[in-house]
């Protein structure tokens, strides 16, 4: 038990911004309870449980959701009301449609780039579908439709007024500062090498504290903001590599370290670069280029030195040919902006079709299960299903596990206790409100832990306002709590049956494959050819860096859900997947920099090389592919790569830079191929 106690030691420890983001996560929940009881707005759970997903990321991210998440609320209410009238009258109809819906839920969490958006459409459908099998008059059934829209709507308004009133950063902040806050805990840490003393607890507990944070709050931010395409990549890469830094500080306090005189000059140039990126970032500058000089050499005493020394280096390269941050920051305009709401693959992606159709199948089970016996009570099933749908026995496993820990929480013991020990000696509203506030604030410094423990706060407080934000009065009846928890592992138990035993996917083997999907779509990246219509070209490039980004969450996701596996090739999943914490991050650096050089690929205005340069970069591209390519077979046991030819290939495109006229444009051309020629071989080499 005592790595349980330390473990929630860590988690539930506060950290900078923890309590103020709690603190506006009560506030929205609690106004949306008390507008919803004083005007007595059915389904007022589902507003105040909103109220709180909404208000997980920051003001910025808040206001830019909210109306996305409303507009999403009207599309999932006139769903329903204009497809339920095609079958209303027509049981075998009706039926279809119901399993129809459902399908169409799951393939929205899976084809929707938010997850919020998401699963407010789902759950929409998840709670409208069973309004619609009452036998009550239609009129009713409608009614009841635009209740729950309106319920949901005050829970997001409300978050959003709220926001707004405690919005006063400025733009990039919610990115930039934490990250600067990152490396400031590794520059605080590395002095005591330096001094060879011993490290502070306090130095160490919070270096410590973000590694077990890890980054993807950072990452839903760069994900869902309007930010330009180009500037949410590169942001994406530096987060992933502050973290991998991070990663690797947290493991240098739990060894042994002699620092002798030259380590003492590398850890010396490694704290005044990692002071120079974050001044840089703070001040929106692109950070200085940082080279070390002994970079290749591992050292005896400090072991991880030189992990971190590539690391670092890697971050000033993201943004190679830029001068300045803030010209990528603000919200993009014209043909530049895209919607992000949609994945660009979601017709021709084929696991959104298999995904939509793994949950369909669990949740009519769960559908045909309550109907048959005639509970309508443990409907909770279908919605249990819904926001447990996760695509590998990993991840799902640990949804599953938290959600359940989170019920017997929040609706046996606080939803259930507070029915039989404290609301029958409350008397009005604001005594209600106290205790809603209570159990709001405790849930939501639950939901801002790391995602390993984050969803069992967001159980606790929909398990319990389930309970007891239902109706207008006291809820008496027991069988509320008890009908609801029966749903939940009902739907456990079918996810368990569909997702692990019919259609089950080891978090491992999935991490591989996606890694070397991964691999394999950046070679088509780079290999795809730009002639011809360039608008056409830009859509094509547009999709391809839309699934890699994609793929580079789900390699993070899965690499989390292997902790959650016992089979019998564990330590071997849990070796690879150590490797690929190590790979990802580089890759990504790899990706963001081709990125880069698709405005010379695509000879954009500025940007047109000369015909002898354009020559000599298809063939290095062609080699780069080839490699990629190389290392996805090796890592997927088909054979070898081709090592050399990128070295070759970027010495013949050196030559021909060099012969031509130079130019900044090609000057920055040249620097953005170097890094992607040092960073393919490093790559390489390990893999």
């Not at 409303?70 to 497809?83: D, K």
């Not at 690797?248 to 120079?276: E, F, P, W, Y």
């Not at 929040?410 to 039989?420: D, E, P, R």
């Not at 790391?450 to 967001?458: A, C, E, M, N």
Request: net charge neutral; hydrophobic share 45%.
């Amino acid at each position: 038990m005592g790595w349980f106690r330390e473990f929630l030691k860590e988690e539930l420890a506060p950290y900078p911004g923890r309590l103020q983001t709690v603190g506006r996560m009560v506030l929205a929940a609690t106004l949306a309870m008390i507008i919803s009881m004083t005007f007595r707005i059915p389904y007022g759970f589902q507003g105040a449980i909103f109220a709180l997903l909404v208000s997980r990321e920051s003001p910025r991210a808040t206001l830019e959701a909210v109306g996305t998440i409303f507009f999403v609320t009207i599309l999932g209410a006139a769903y329903l009301l204009i497809s339920v009238w095609f079958v209303i009258s027509h049981p075998i109809l009706h039926f279809l449609w119901i399993i129809a819906s459902l399908f169409l839920a799951f393939y929205a969490l899976s084809a929707m780039t938010n997850y919020v958006e998401s699963s407010t459409f789902a759950v929409m459908i998840a709670i409208g579908v069973p309004l619609w099998d009452r036998y009550v008059p239609a009129e009713t059934n409608v009614e009841d439709t635009l209740w729950l829209s309106l319920a949901t709507s005050v829970g997001i308004l409300v978050t959003a007024a709220v926001e707004l009133a405690f919005a006063r950063r400025k733009p990039g902040d919610d990115l930039v500062e934490p990250i600067a806050r990152m490396l400031a805990s590794v520059e605080e840490l590395l002095p005591f090498y330096l001094d060879d003393r011993p490290v502070d607890p306090a130095a160490e507990k919070k270096v410590t504290r973000f590694a077990v944070l890890g980054t993807s709050r950072l990452r839903r931010i760069s994900r869902r903001s309007s930010y330009s395409p180009h500037y949410a990549e590169q942001m994406g890469a530096v987060v992933a590599l502050v973290g991998r830094l991070v990663d690797i500080a947290a493991n240098l306090t739990q060894l042994s370290i002699h620092v002798s005189g030259d380590d003492r000059r590398r850890i010396r140039a490694l704290a005044a670069g990692i002071a120079g990126i974050r001044a840089d970032l703070l001040s929106r500058q692109v950070p200085r280029p940082i080279e070390f000089n002994n970079e290749s050499e591992v050292s005896a005493g400090v072991p991880l030195l030189r992990e971190m020394e590539k690391t670092v280096s890697l971050i000033p390269k993201v943004f190679s040919g830029y001068e300045s941050i803030s010209e990528y920051a603000p919200s993009p305009s014209g043909d530049e902006r895209r919607s992000t709401h949609l994945a660009s693959d979601m017709l021709s992606n084929p696991e959104h079709f298999k995904f939509g159709l793994k949950g369909c199948l669990a949740a009519s089970l769960c559908y045909i299960i309550y109907r048959s016996i005639d509970w309508p009570g443990i409907s909770t099933a279908v919605t249990t299903c819904l926001l447990t749908a996760l695509s590998t026995i990993g991840s799902s496993r640990q949804k599953q596990v938290l959600r359940f820990a989170g019920a017997i929480v929040g609706g046996f013991l606080i939803g259930m206790g507070s029915q039989i020990l404290i609301l029958p000696y409350l008397d009005s509203i604001a005594s209600f409100t106290v205790l809603v506030v209570l159990v709001t604030a405790l849930a939501s410094w639950f939901m801002t832990c790391s995602p390993r423990l984050s969803y069992f706060g967001v159980q606790i407080i929909v398990a319990f306002y389930f309970i007891n934000l239902q109706e207008f009065a006291r809820q008496t009846s027991l069988s509320v709590a008890r009908d609801r928890v029966v749903g939940i592992l009902l739907g456990l138990l079918m996810m368990w049956l569909v997702f692990d035993q019919l259609w089950g996917a080891s978090a491992g083997v999935e991490m591989k494959r996606a890694f070397i999907s991964n691999l394999r779509a950046l070679a088509q990246l780079v290999r795809e050819p730009f002639t011809g219509e360039k608008r056409l070209a830009i859509e094509r490039s547009y999709s391809l860096r839309d699934t890699i980004n994609a793929n580079f969450d789900k390699v993070r996701s899965l690499a989390d859900g292997v902790l959650f596996e016992f089979s019998s090739s564990r330590q071997q999943d849990l070796a690879f997947r150590s490797r690929i914490r190590q790979w990802e991050p580089r890759l990504r650096a790899l990706f963001v920099t081709q990125i880069a050089l698709l405005k010379y690929r695509l000879q954009l205005p500025g940007f047109e090389l000369p015909e002898s340069v354009l020559v000599a970069q298809q063939e290095f591209d062609i080699q780069l592919a080839t490699t990629l390519d190389g290392m996805a077979n090796r890592i997927d046991g088909q054979g070898t790569g081709t090592k050399d030819n990128v070295e070759d290939s970027f010495e013949r495109l050196e030559q021909t830079v060099s012969s031509e006229a130079r130019t900044a444009e090609l000057q920055t051309f040249l620097t953005l191929s170097r890094n992607i020629e040092r960073v393919t071989n490093s790559l390489d080499e390990e893999i």
